[in-house]
Protein backbone atom coordinates (compact mmCIF):
# COMPACT_ATOMS: atom_id res chain seq x y z
CA UNK A 1 0.00 0.00 0.00
CA UNK A 2 1.42 3.18 -0.95
CA UNK A 3 2.15 5.81 2.13
CA UNK A 4 0.96 9.64 1.82
CA UNK A 5 4.26 10.33 0.81
CA UNK A 6 4.48 8.08 -1.88
CA UNK A 7 0.84 9.05 -3.33
CA UNK A 8 2.10 13.14 -2.96
CA UNK A 9 4.83 12.55 -5.45
CA UNK A 10 2.81 10.80 -7.64
CA UNK A 11 0.21 13.35 -8.14
CA UNK A 12 3.03 16.32 -8.40
CA UNK A 13 4.58 13.81 -11.14
CA UNK A 14 1.35 13.78 -13.53
CA UNK A 15 0.91 17.78 -12.58
CA UNK A 16 4.37 18.15 -14.05
CA UNK A 17 3.33 15.77 -17.16
CA UNK A 18 0.78 17.89 -17.33
CA UNK A 19 2.02 21.12 -17.38
CA UNK A 20 4.95 19.62 -19.53
CA UNK A 21 2.22 19.19 -22.33
CA UNK A 22 0.61 22.46 -22.29
CA UNK A 23 3.92 24.45 -22.34
CA UNK A 24 5.16 22.30 -25.04
CA UNK A 25 1.81 23.94 -27.20
CA UNK A 26 2.34 26.70 -26.45
CA UNK A 27 5.84 27.60 -27.02
CA UNK A 28 4.85 25.71 -30.57
CA UNK A 29 1.88 27.36 -31.22
CA UNK A 30 -0.31 24.73 -32.38
CA UNK A 31 -3.63 22.65 -30.74
CA UNK A 32 -3.06 19.37 -29.05
CA UNK A 33 -2.82 16.56 -31.00
CA UNK A 34 -5.53 13.57 -30.37
CA UNK A 35 -2.80 11.74 -28.18
CA UNK A 36 -1.93 14.50 -26.16
CA UNK A 37 -5.61 15.33 -25.02
CA UNK A 38 -6.30 11.99 -24.21
CA UNK A 39 -3.12 11.83 -22.19
CA UNK A 40 -4.04 14.96 -20.48
CA UNK A 41 -7.91 13.45 -19.61
CA UNK A 42 -6.19 10.25 -18.13
CA UNK A 43 -3.99 12.47 -16.49
CA UNK A 44 -6.57 14.71 -14.88
CA UNK A 45 -8.82 11.43 -13.69
CA UNK A 46 -5.56 10.19 -12.09
CA UNK A 47 -4.96 13.54 -10.54
CA UNK A 48 -8.50 13.34 -8.72
CA UNK A 49 -8.25 9.51 -7.75
CA UNK A 50 -4.85 10.46 -6.12
CA UNK A 51 -6.27 14.02 -4.33
CA UNK A 52 -9.02 11.73 -3.32
CA UNK A 53 -7.10 9.26 -0.99
CA UNK A 54 -4.45 11.92 -0.13
CA UNK A 55 -7.73 13.82 1.38
CA UNK A 56 -8.08 10.67 3.20
CA UNK A 57 -5.24 9.29 5.19
CA UNK A 58 -4.64 13.25 5.64
CA UNK A 59 -8.27 13.20 7.64
CA UNK A 60 -7.18 9.51 9.09
CA UNK A 61 -3.97 11.19 10.33
CA UNK A 62 -5.56 13.98 12.06
CA UNK A 63 -7.65 11.20 13.63
CA UNK A 64 -5.07 9.66 15.01
CA UNK A 65 -3.05 12.54 15.89
CA UNK A 66 -6.49 13.29 18.61
CA UNK A 67 -6.60 9.72 19.45
CA UNK A 68 -2.95 10.14 20.30
CA UNK A 69 -3.10 13.35 22.30
CA UNK A 70 -6.57 12.05 24.44
CA UNK A 71 -4.30 9.47 25.18
CA UNK A 72 -2.07 10.94 27.02
CA UNK A 73 -4.00 13.34 28.67
CA UNK A 74 -5.96 10.31 30.04
CA UNK A 75 -2.95 8.41 30.69
CA UNK A 76 -1.50 11.75 32.71
CA UNK A 77 -4.62 11.33 34.67
CA UNK A 78 -5.18 8.03 35.31
CA UNK A 79 -2.65 4.68 34.78
CA UNK A 80 -3.37 2.31 32.13
CA UNK A 81 -3.11 -0.19 34.62
CA UNK A 82 -6.09 1.29 36.95
CA UNK A 83 -8.06 1.90 33.90
CA UNK A 84 -10.91 -0.50 32.35
CA UNK A 85 -10.28 -1.67 28.82
CA UNK A 86 -12.33 -1.56 26.59
CA UNK A 87 -13.55 -4.46 24.55
CA UNK A 88 -13.14 -4.74 21.24
CA UNK A 89 -15.22 -6.61 18.63
CA UNK A 90 -13.70 -9.55 18.33
CA UNK A 91 -13.07 -9.94 22.52
CA UNK A 92 -16.58 -10.00 23.28
CA UNK A 93 -17.49 -12.48 25.76
CA UNK A 94 -19.20 -15.72 24.35
CA UNK A 95 -22.45 -14.88 26.62
CA UNK A 96 -22.73 -11.10 25.38
CA UNK A 97 -25.46 -11.77 22.97
CA UNK A 98 -28.20 -15.06 22.98
CA UNK A 99 -25.94 -17.80 21.78
CA UNK A 100 -26.84 -18.74 17.86
CA UNK A 101 -29.25 -21.90 17.87
CA UNK A 102 -27.97 -25.10 16.81
CA UNK A 103 -31.34 -26.40 15.33
CA UNK A 104 -32.63 -25.98 11.67
CA UNK A 105 -35.12 -23.00 12.48
CA UNK A 106 -38.17 -24.25 9.86
CA UNK A 107 -38.70 -21.89 6.86
CA UNK A 108 -34.96 -20.38 7.16
CA UNK A 109 -32.52 -21.19 5.11
CA UNK A 110 -29.98 -21.61 8.18
CA UNK A 111 -30.46 -21.18 11.90
CA UNK A 112 -27.98 -17.79 11.43
CA UNK A 113 -30.82 -16.38 8.91
CA UNK A 114 -33.52 -16.67 11.69
CA UNK A 115 -31.50 -14.61 13.98
CA UNK A 116 -30.73 -12.56 11.90
CA UNK A 117 -34.10 -11.24 11.42
CA UNK A 118 -35.15 -11.42 15.11
CA UNK A 119 -32.28 -9.63 16.01
CA UNK A 120 -33.03 -6.88 12.97
CA UNK A 121 -36.76 -6.65 14.89
CA UNK A 122 -35.38 -6.11 17.88
CA UNK A 123 -32.89 -3.25 16.99
CA UNK A 124 -34.74 -1.73 14.92
CA UNK A 125 -38.64 -1.60 16.70
CA UNK A 126 -37.44 -2.13 20.32
CA UNK A 127 -33.84 -0.03 19.92
CA UNK A 128 -32.20 -2.86 21.58
CA UNK A 129 -28.44 -1.28 21.80
CA UNK A 130 -27.06 -5.21 21.60
CA UNK A 131 -28.91 -6.01 18.49
CA UNK A 132 -28.24 -2.93 17.30
CA UNK A 133 -24.13 -3.62 17.99
CA UNK A 134 -24.65 -7.58 16.92
CA UNK A 135 -26.07 -6.79 13.46
CA UNK A 136 -23.62 -3.72 12.97
CA UNK A 137 -20.58 -6.25 13.56
CA UNK A 138 -22.66 -9.06 11.75
CA UNK A 139 -24.20 -7.65 8.67
CA UNK A 140 -21.75 -4.73 8.25
CA UNK A 141 -24.34 -2.33 7.90
CA UNK A 142 -26.58 -0.26 10.57
CA UNK A 143 -29.93 -1.94 11.04
CA UNK A 144 -31.49 1.44 11.25
CA UNK A 145 -29.75 2.94 8.47
CA UNK A 146 -30.56 -0.11 6.20
CA UNK A 147 -34.32 0.20 7.44
CA UNK A 148 -34.01 3.88 6.34
CA UNK A 149 -32.51 3.28 2.91
CA UNK A 150 -35.12 0.72 2.09
CA UNK A 151 -38.28 1.12 0.44
CA UNK A 152 -41.51 2.56 2.32
CA UNK A 153 -44.55 2.64 2.61
CA UNK A 154 -45.54 6.24 1.87
CA UNK A 155 -48.86 6.54 4.36
CA UNK A 156 -46.76 4.72 7.53
CA UNK A 157 -43.45 5.06 7.15
CA UNK A 158 -42.85 1.27 7.16
CA UNK A 159 -39.50 0.00 6.34
CA UNK A 160 -39.02 -2.98 4.17
CA UNK A 161 -37.75 -6.46 6.29
CA UNK A 162 -34.79 -7.79 5.94
CA UNK A 163 -34.37 -10.57 2.91
CA UNK A 164 -34.03 -13.78 5.30
CA UNK A 165 -37.42 -13.00 6.79
CA UNK A 166 -38.97 -12.58 3.60
CA UNK A 167 -37.43 -15.68 2.06
CA UNK A 168 -38.55 -17.87 5.06
CA UNK A 169 -42.20 -16.96 4.37
CA UNK A 170 -42.04 -17.84 0.66
CA UNK A 171 -40.39 -21.11 2.41
CA UNK A 172 -43.71 -21.83 4.22
CA UNK A 173 -46.04 -20.83 2.28
CA UNK A 174 -44.32 -23.12 -0.26
CA UNK A 175 -44.49 -26.04 2.12
CA UNK A 176 -47.84 -25.52 3.36
CA UNK A 177 -49.84 -24.74 0.46
CA UNK A 178 -51.13 -28.08 -1.15
CA UNK A 179 -52.58 -26.37 -4.47
CA UNK A 180 -49.17 -24.62 -5.21
CA UNK A 181 -47.25 -28.07 -5.27
CA UNK A 182 -50.16 -29.89 -7.58
CA UNK A 183 -50.82 -27.16 -9.87
CA UNK A 184 -48.36 -26.40 -12.80
CA UNK A 185 -47.10 -23.08 -11.50
CA UNK A 186 -46.24 -20.45 -14.48
CA UNK A 187 -43.87 -17.24 -13.90
CA UNK A 188 -45.89 -13.91 -14.49
CA UNK A 189 -43.38 -11.40 -15.80
CA UNK A 190 -45.98 -8.74 -16.02
CA UNK A 191 -49.81 -8.18 -15.47
CA UNK A 192 -51.02 -11.13 -17.25
CA UNK A 193 -49.74 -14.39 -19.17
CA UNK A 194 -51.40 -16.34 -22.11
CA UNK A 195 -51.35 -19.84 -22.53
CA UNK A 196 -52.18 -21.64 -25.33
CA UNK A 197 -53.84 -25.18 -24.82
CA UNK A 198 -54.52 -28.13 -27.13
CA UNK A 199 -58.69 -28.82 -27.56
CA UNK A 200 -58.91 -31.19 -30.88
CA UNK A 201 -56.15 -32.81 -32.40
CA UNK A 202 -56.00 -34.38 -35.75
CA UNK A 203 -58.42 -37.38 -36.69
CA UNK A 204 -57.39 -40.49 -38.99
CA UNK A 205 -59.46 -41.07 -41.20
CA UNK A 206 -60.00 -45.33 -42.99
CA UNK A 207 -59.63 -44.31 -47.22
CA UNK A 208 -59.85 -46.59 -50.23
CA UNK A 209 -57.24 -46.72 -53.05
CA UNK A 210 -58.50 -43.61 -55.02
CA UNK A 211 -60.21 -42.09 -51.82
CA UNK A 212 -60.01 -38.27 -50.77
CA UNK A 213 -58.47 -38.29 -48.16
CA UNK A 214 -60.36 -36.23 -45.52
CA UNK A 215 -58.61 -32.91 -43.75
CA UNK A 216 -58.44 -32.53 -40.35
CA UNK A 217 -57.24 -29.48 -37.89
CA UNK A 218 -55.39 -28.85 -34.83
CA UNK A 219 -57.52 -26.48 -32.58
CA UNK A 220 -56.32 -24.94 -29.78
CA UNK A 221 -57.44 -22.33 -27.66
CA UNK A 222 -55.56 -20.25 -24.41
CA UNK A 223 -56.48 -19.60 -20.85
CA UNK A 224 -54.85 -16.42 -19.16
CA UNK A 225 -53.73 -15.80 -15.45
CA UNK A 226 -53.30 -12.25 -14.18
CA UNK A 227 -51.54 -11.05 -11.36
CA UNK A 228 -53.69 -10.59 -8.61
CA UNK A 229 -52.88 -8.82 -5.23
CA UNK A 230 -53.01 -10.06 -2.65
CA UNK A 231 -52.36 -9.02 1.18
CA UNK A 232 -52.16 -9.80 4.66
CA UNK A 233 -51.42 -8.25 8.34
CA UNK A 234 -50.29 -9.66 11.81
CA UNK A 235 -49.64 -7.28 14.70
CA UNK A 236 -46.87 -8.32 17.23
CA UNK A 237 -46.04 -6.81 20.67
CA UNK A 238 -42.81 -5.76 21.35
CA UNK A 239 -42.24 -7.90 24.69
CA UNK A 240 -42.15 -10.69 22.18
CA UNK A 241 -39.28 -9.09 20.80
CA UNK A 242 -37.77 -8.46 24.04
CA UNK A 243 -38.12 -12.25 25.19
CA UNK A 244 -36.76 -14.05 22.03
CA UNK A 245 -34.92 -13.17 18.86
CA UNK A 246 -35.79 -16.26 16.86
CA UNK A 247 -39.09 -17.34 18.04
CA UNK A 248 -40.75 -13.89 17.23
CA UNK A 249 -38.90 -14.03 13.72
CA UNK A 250 -40.07 -17.70 13.47
CA UNK A 251 -43.54 -16.55 14.74
CA UNK A 252 -44.13 -14.13 11.79
CA UNK A 253 -42.76 -15.94 9.22
CA UNK A 254 -45.27 -18.99 10.27
CA UNK A 255 -47.94 -16.82 10.57
CA UNK A 256 -47.48 -15.12 7.53
CA UNK A 257 -47.34 -18.00 5.25
CA UNK A 258 -50.04 -20.03 6.71
CA UNK A 259 -52.53 -17.54 6.05
CA UNK A 260 -51.27 -16.68 2.33
CA UNK A 261 -51.11 -20.69 1.63
CA UNK A 262 -54.82 -21.36 3.10
CA UNK A 263 -55.71 -18.58 1.02
CA UNK A 264 -54.29 -20.24 -2.22
CA UNK A 265 -55.79 -23.29 -0.88
CA UNK A 266 -59.34 -22.13 -0.96
CA UNK A 267 -58.88 -19.83 -4.12
CA UNK A 268 -57.97 -23.24 -6.10
CA UNK A 269 -60.28 -25.34 -4.60
CA UNK A 270 -63.64 -23.33 -3.55
CA UNK A 271 -62.99 -20.12 -5.81
CA UNK A 272 -66.83 -18.68 -6.92
CA UNK A 273 -65.65 -15.99 -8.91
CA UNK A 274 -66.83 -13.17 -6.11
CA UNK A 275 -64.52 -10.57 -4.73
CA UNK A 276 -63.56 -12.97 -1.60
CA UNK A 277 -61.31 -14.58 -3.74
CA UNK A 278 -60.67 -12.36 -6.69
CA UNK A 279 -62.72 -13.57 -9.55
CA UNK A 280 -61.44 -17.05 -9.31
CA UNK A 281 -62.83 -19.41 -9.99
CA UNK A 282 -61.77 -23.16 -8.15
CA UNK A 283 -62.04 -26.46 -8.80
CA UNK A 284 -65.26 -27.58 -7.07
CA UNK A 285 -67.48 -24.94 -8.05
CA UNK A 286 -66.49 -24.57 -11.85
CA UNK A 287 -66.69 -28.89 -11.59
CA UNK A 288 -69.85 -29.20 -10.69
CA UNK A 289 -71.43 -25.97 -13.22
CA UNK A 290 -73.63 -27.92 -15.59
CA UNK A 291 -71.20 -27.00 -18.69
CA UNK A 292 -68.72 -29.63 -17.13
CA UNK A 293 -70.59 -32.70 -15.34
CA UNK A 294 -68.89 -35.28 -17.90
CA UNK A 295 -66.35 -35.02 -14.87
CA UNK A 296 -68.78 -36.09 -12.05
CA UNK A 297 -68.99 -38.87 -10.95
CA UNK A 298 -72.09 -39.69 -8.70
CA UNK A 299 -72.45 -41.67 -5.65
CA UNK A 300 -75.11 -44.26 -5.05
CA UNK A 301 -78.15 -43.16 -3.43
CA UNK A 302 -78.22 -41.70 -0.14
CA UNK A 303 -74.33 -42.03 0.08
CA UNK A 304 -74.22 -38.15 0.99
CA UNK A 305 -71.64 -38.06 3.87
CA UNK A 306 -67.78 -39.89 4.54
CA UNK A 307 -68.72 -42.95 6.11
CA UNK A 308 -71.29 -43.77 3.60
CA UNK A 309 -69.20 -43.61 0.70
CA UNK A 310 -67.67 -47.05 0.04
CA UNK A 311 -65.24 -48.87 -2.32
CA UNK A 312 -67.49 -48.42 -5.51
CA UNK A 313 -68.15 -45.02 -5.29
CA UNK A 314 -64.51 -44.53 -5.00
CA UNK A 315 -63.85 -46.98 -8.09
CA UNK A 316 -66.72 -45.24 -10.10
CA UNK A 317 -64.42 -42.21 -9.67
CA UNK A 318 -61.60 -44.09 -10.93
CA UNK A 319 -63.60 -45.18 -14.40
CA UNK A 320 -64.38 -41.81 -14.80
CA UNK A 321 -61.30 -40.36 -15.16
CA UNK A 322 -59.84 -40.09 -18.86
CA UNK A 323 -56.50 -42.89 -19.23
CA UNK A 324 -54.27 -39.93 -20.51
CA UNK A 325 -54.81 -38.73 -16.97
CA UNK A 326 -54.22 -41.66 -14.85
CA UNK A 327 -50.39 -41.31 -14.74
CA UNK A 328 -49.44 -39.09 -11.80
CA UNK A 329 -53.05 -38.66 -10.80
CA UNK A 330 -53.66 -38.12 -7.20
CA UNK A 331 -56.54 -38.09 -4.74
CA UNK A 332 -57.31 -35.30 -2.43
CA UNK A 333 -59.47 -34.63 0.34
CA UNK A 334 -60.36 -33.41 3.56
CA UNK A 335 -58.76 -34.52 6.80
CA UNK A 336 -62.48 -35.89 7.50
CA UNK A 337 -62.43 -37.50 4.55
CA UNK A 338 -59.40 -39.54 4.75
CA UNK A 339 -59.99 -40.41 8.19
CA UNK A 340 -63.82 -41.57 7.50
CA UNK A 341 -63.21 -42.84 4.20
CA UNK A 342 -59.97 -43.62 2.91
CA UNK A 343 -58.62 -45.13 6.37
CA UNK A 344 -61.70 -46.41 7.21
CA UNK A 345 -61.66 -48.78 3.74
CA UNK A 346 -57.84 -49.56 3.82
CA UNK A 347 -58.14 -50.71 7.16
CA UNK A 348 -60.81 -52.62 6.04
CA UNK A 349 -58.67 -54.22 3.15
CA UNK A 350 -55.29 -54.43 5.23
CA UNK A 351 -54.03 -51.10 5.27
CA UNK A 352 -52.30 -49.33 2.00
CA UNK A 353 -49.10 -47.23 1.53
CA UNK A 354 -47.32 -46.22 -1.41
CA UNK A 355 -43.46 -45.79 -1.38
CA UNK A 356 -42.31 -42.20 -2.97
CA UNK A 357 -39.59 -41.86 -5.38
CA UNK A 358 -37.41 -40.68 -1.87
CA UNK A 359 -38.27 -43.85 -0.10
CA UNK A 360 -40.48 -42.56 2.23
CA UNK A 361 -44.21 -43.83 2.60
CA UNK A 362 -47.57 -42.01 2.39
CA UNK A 363 -50.96 -42.55 2.24
CA UNK A 364 -52.37 -44.49 -1.00
CA UNK A 365 -56.13 -45.57 -1.88
CA UNK A 366 -55.95 -48.03 -5.15
CA UNK A 367 -52.69 -47.12 -6.48
CA UNK A 368 -53.14 -43.36 -5.98
CA UNK A 369 -51.41 -41.21 -3.75
CA UNK A 370 -53.69 -39.12 -1.27
CA UNK A 371 -53.19 -35.36 -0.90
CA UNK A 372 -54.98 -34.31 2.24
CA UNK A 373 -56.23 -30.20 2.44
CA UNK A 374 -58.47 -28.55 4.80
CA UNK A 375 -59.80 -26.25 2.31
CA UNK A 376 -61.90 -29.58 0.90
CA UNK A 377 -65.33 -30.17 2.82
CA UNK A 378 -64.35 -31.16 5.91
CA UNK A 379 -66.99 -32.27 8.29
CA UNK A 380 -67.29 -36.21 9.46
CA UNK A 381 -71.16 -36.28 9.50
CA UNK A 382 -72.32 -33.07 6.93
CA UNK A 383 -74.69 -33.92 4.66
CA UNK A 384 -72.98 -33.43 1.31
CA UNK A 385 -75.82 -34.00 -1.40
CA UNK A 386 -75.28 -32.67 -4.70
CA UNK A 387 -71.61 -31.45 -3.42
CA UNK A 388 -68.41 -32.31 -4.71
CA UNK A 389 -66.98 -34.40 -1.53
CA UNK A 390 -63.40 -35.54 -3.04
CA UNK A 391 -61.31 -35.14 -6.20
CA UNK A 392 -59.12 -37.19 -8.22
CA UNK A 393 -56.99 -36.16 -11.17
CA UNK A 394 -53.75 -35.36 -12.94
CA UNK A 395 -53.58 -31.21 -11.36
CA UNK A 396 -50.63 -30.63 -13.41
CA UNK A 397 -52.27 -30.73 -16.71
CA UNK A 398 -55.78 -29.32 -15.22
CA UNK A 399 -54.82 -26.15 -12.95
CA UNK A 400 -52.53 -23.80 -14.16
CA UNK A 401 -51.26 -21.04 -11.21
CA UNK A 402 -49.26 -17.94 -12.64
CA UNK A 403 -47.06 -16.40 -9.69
CA UNK A 404 -45.29 -12.98 -10.01
CA UNK A 405 -42.53 -14.11 -7.53
CA UNK A 406 -42.54 -10.50 -6.14
CA UNK A 407 -42.95 -10.86 -1.77
CA UNK A 408 -43.00 -7.91 -0.24
CA UNK A 409 -42.84 -7.69 3.78
CA UNK A 410 -43.23 -4.05 5.40
CA UNK A 411 -42.44 -3.78 9.25
CA UNK A 412 -44.53 -0.54 10.58
CA UNK A 413 -44.63 0.29 14.71
CA UNK A 414 -46.63 3.63 14.20
CA UNK A 415 -49.95 1.81 13.01
CA UNK A 416 -50.41 0.33 16.45
CA UNK A 417 -48.22 2.81 18.62
CA UNK A 418 -50.69 2.91 21.11
CA UNK A 419 -50.82 -0.65 21.64
CA UNK A 420 -47.14 -1.19 21.78
CA UNK A 421 -47.37 -3.21 18.62
CA UNK A 422 -45.45 -3.57 15.74
CA UNK A 423 -47.27 -4.79 12.41
CA UNK A 424 -46.11 -6.57 9.55
CA UNK A 425 -47.84 -6.57 6.41
CA UNK A 426 -47.35 -8.55 3.29
CA UNK A 427 -48.45 -8.71 -0.48
CA UNK A 428 -48.15 -11.31 -2.84
CA UNK A 429 -49.44 -11.69 -6.80
CA UNK A 430 -51.00 -15.13 -7.88
CA UNK A 431 -53.77 -16.62 -9.94
CA UNK A 432 -55.00 -19.97 -10.19
CA UNK A 433 -56.94 -21.37 -13.31
CA UNK A 434 -58.98 -24.35 -13.29
CA UNK A 435 -59.04 -25.42 -17.08
CA UNK A 436 -58.78 -29.24 -17.15
CA UNK A 437 -62.59 -30.29 -16.00
CA UNK A 438 -64.22 -31.35 -19.73
CA UNK A 439 -67.28 -30.43 -21.06
CA UNK A 440 -71.24 -31.61 -20.59
CA UNK A 441 -70.50 -35.02 -21.85
CA UNK A 442 -66.93 -36.19 -21.22
CA UNK A 443 -64.37 -35.69 -18.38
CA UNK A 444 -61.08 -33.71 -18.33
CA UNK A 445 -57.56 -34.41 -16.29
CA UNK A 446 -59.53 -33.84 -13.22
CA UNK A 447 -63.00 -35.57 -11.89
CA UNK A 448 -64.71 -35.08 -8.64
CA UNK A 449 -67.34 -37.04 -6.31
CA UNK A 450 -71.11 -35.75 -5.49
CA UNK A 451 -73.19 -36.73 -2.98
CA UNK A 452 -75.95 -38.86 -3.60
CA UNK A 453 -79.22 -38.11 -2.95
CA UNK A 454 -82.15 -40.56 -0.99
Given at each position: ??T ?6 K ?57 A ?29 P ?9 F ?5 A?T ?8 F??DQ ?6 K ?12 M ?43 L ?9 T ?20 T ?14 E ?19 C ?16 T ?19 V ?29 Q ?69 Q???A ?8 L ?30 S ?14
Amino acid sequence: MNTLQELRDKRAALKEEKDGIVAACESEERERTIEETERIDAILEEFAQLSEQIERLEAEGVRLAKCAELDEAIERVVPAKTRPSIPKPGDRKPDAFPALPETQVRGFDSPRHAYTAGMWLRATFNGDQRAREWYKMNEGEDPKIAAAMGETSPSSGGVLVPTPLSSAIINLRNEYGVMRQLARVYQLTGDSLTIPRRSAGFTAYAVGESDEITTSDLTTDQITLYARKWAAMCYVATELLDDAVIDVASLVADELAHCFAAKEDACAIDGDGTSTYHGIYGLRPKLIAGSRVGGVAAKTAAHDTFGEVDAADLTTVMATLPQYAQSGAKWLCSPACFAATFSYLGASAGGQTIRDFGGAFGPAYLGYPIVISAAMPNGAATDYSNVIMLLLGNFQQGLAMGDKRQFRLIADRSLRLAYDQVAFQATTRYDFNAHGLGDSSSAGPIVGLVGGTA
